[in-house]
């Protein structure tokens, strides 16, 4: 079974902070995204990357930016959190060529003070 | 316009009763239909998925695509209290990689 993993269920977080949320998948996926889900905005692509140290801007890229060193791992960082990137965060892998599923990690409740 | 429109609900319903759930889109580029289903505090899952126009059945689970209406529709059989959940449509175009989701409904089944 694929596996995607998020390094934090719940995050609280202060204005001004930087934050790091890493995402690690073990079914060697050459796709990445990472999401920011709202209540009545759905899931919105923040970024996307298809390959390593490759980063694709999503939809709403603005305030984030995010590294990818190695092919398992995806992380999002919030270079100055603010109080609107109060969020949920999932991130999703899925293996390249074509159609094929996204599989979600669980997501971090991200909250910004 | 946002690509992909949902009605958000929440819809509840009691056990057994059949449900239907509906997405309407504005790119005919799109060939690929997805549902996701997500639980209270998980990731979303894939349900199922159609590719191009028709009707697929996955037990008591049914997806229809009308291309021409540029509409999607989910239906739920004999609803149970674990089909709880939020549904989003999700779609994509034929390379497939990057999908547009639609905001989700809530569905509560009631027992």
């Known amino acids: 079974d694929v596996k995607v993993t998020q390094s934090s269920r719940y995050l609280v977080k202060r204005t001004g902070e930087k934050v790091f949320l890493e995402c690690v998948q073990d079914?060697?996926?050459?796709?990445m995204f990472w999401y920011r889900q709202d209540p009545g905005l759905g899931l919105r692509l923040i970024y996307f990357?298809?390959?390593?140290?490759?980063?694709e801007k999503g939809d709403i890229p603005e305030g984030y930016s995010v590294s990818r060193e190695k092919k398992e791992r995806f992380s999002l960082i919030l270079e100055s959190a603010s109080t609107n990137q109060t969020s949920m965060y999932l991130c999703?892998?899925?293996?390249?060529?074509?159609?094929?599923?996204?599989?979600f990690g669980p997501g971090t409740r991200l909250t910004v003070l | 316009q946002k690509e992909v429109e949902q009605d958000p609900g929440p819809l509840s319903v009691p056990e057994g009763a059949i449900v239907s759930l509906n997405c309407t889109y504005s790119n005919s580029a799109f060939q690929y239909f997805m549902w996701y289903r997500q639980y209270s505090r998980k990731g979303p899952e894939l349900l199922m998925y159609?590719?191009?126009?028709g009707n697929k059945e996955d037990g008591r689970f049914t997806a229809q695509v009308d291309k021409s209406s540029k509409y999607i529709s989910l239906f739920i059989r004999d609803s149970q209290p674990s089909d709880s959940a939020t549904y989003l449509c999700a779609l994509a175009s034929n390379t497939g990689n990057q999908f547009y989701f639609g905001t989700g409904t809530s569905l509560t089944v009631i027992p």
């Open positions: 159609t590719y191009s126009s």
């Open positions: 079914m060697d996926h050459e796709n």
């Open positions: 999703a892998s899925q293996e390249l060529g074509g159609y094929n599923e996204q599989f």
């Open positions: 990357s298809y390959d390593v140290k490759m980063k």
